[in-house]
């Protein structure tokens, strides 16, 4: 399941009057249009590499902990390249803490997990949470939809500075085209090879969780 956004940025990665000094736009007629322009090249940027740029709140709802079966002994790290080994990753990394994991036990009745049952990994791209040394998951309820929940914050900081320079620079190019050409452009997230050469040079390749 994808993750859903509960609290958005605070602050865009590119202010309204460097948007307007990069069109070389004076006025203030256009700020509205352009302040729409510099959200949407930033979600369009989000979507396109799987990443949060300026910190956000996510609420990530899955049916299962991954098929995760396995306990962690001391001593031994879980092989990264699967899900059956207990990690879950969580998308629109970079991962900058996780709030609170959430299941519904056996019972139906919604339950808090410890902090010091799972471990959370933010020095990885995705970003994952494993539970702890000689620790489980918990047995959910059978069949439950959104048997677990788990709120965490993404992102590369919580001002403009912590994003890459290269991201920034894409929201802008992007801000110019849809600035300039406000036809309907032939292209999508979907097909990154469709994009401007120059944005999907700065952008690099998506990272999914």
Same mark, same amino acid.
């Given at each position: 399941?994808?993750?859903?956004?509960?609290?958005?940025?605070?602050?865009?990665?590119?202010?309204?009057?460097?948007?307007?000094?990069?069109?070389?736009?004076?006025?203030?007629?256009?700020?509205?249009?352009?302040?729409?322009?510099?959200?949407?090249?930033?979600?369009?940027?989000?979507?396109?590499?799987?990443?949060? *740029? =300026?910190?956000? /709140?996510?609420?990530?709802?899955? %049916? @299962?902990?991954?098929?995760?079966?396995?306990?962690? +002994? &001391?001593?031994?790290?879980?092989?990264?390249?699967?899900?059956?080994?207990?990690?879950?990753?969580?998308?629109?990394?970079? *991962? =900058?803490?996780? /709030?609170?994991?959430?299941?519904? %036990? @056996?019972?139906?009745?919604?339950?808090?997990?410890? +902090? &010091?049952?799972?471990?959370?990994?933010?020095?990885?791209?995705?970003?994952?949470?494993?539970?702890?040394?000689?620790?489980?998951?918990?047995?959910?309820?059978?069949?439950?939809?959104?048997?677990?929940?788990?709120?965490?914050?993404?992102?590369?900081?919580?001002?403009?500075?912590?994003?890459?320079?290269?991201?920034?620079?894409?929201?802008?190019?992007?801000?110019?085209?849809?600035?300039?050409?406000?036809?309907?452009?032939?292209?999508?997230?979907?097909?990154?090879?469709?994009?401007?050469?120059?944005?999907?040079?700065?952008?690099?390749?998506?990272?999914?969780?």
């Amino acid at each position: 399941m994808n993750p859903n956004r509960s609290v958005g940025p605070a602050i865009e990665p590119i202010s309204l009057a460097e948007a307007k000094q990069w069109l070389r736009e004076d006025g203030t007629d256009q700020d509205e249009i352009i302040s729409i322009l510099i959200t949407g090249a930033r979600e369009f940027v989000e979507e396109a590499i799987g990443k949060t *740029l =300026i910190q956000s /709140t996510w609420i990530y709802t899955l %049916d @299962t902990w991954s098929d995760a079966t396995v306990v962690r +002994a &001391a001593g031994q790290w879980p092989n990264w390249n699967t899900r059956s080994d207990g990690n879950i990753r969580l998308p629109y990394s970079p *991962l =900058i803490s996780v /709030t609170s994991v959430k299941y519904y %036990d @056996t019972a139906g009745t919604l339950q808090t997990l410890d +902090a &010091a049952d799972y471990q959370v990994d933010t020095a990885n791209v995705p970003g994952r949470i494993m539970p702890a040394v000689n620790r489980s998951w918990p047995d959910l309820q059978p069949d439950k939809a959104g048997a677990v929940i788990i709120e965490y914050k993404g992102g590369y900081g919580t001002g403009p500075l912590n994003v890459p320079t290269t991201l920034r620079l894409a929201v802008l190019y992007l801000i110019s085209l849809w600035y300039d050409e406000r036809k309907p452009i032939a292209f999508s997230i979907s097909s990154l090879g469709e994009l401007p050469l120059m944005v999907s040079r700065l952008i690099g390749p998506p990272v999914y969780g």
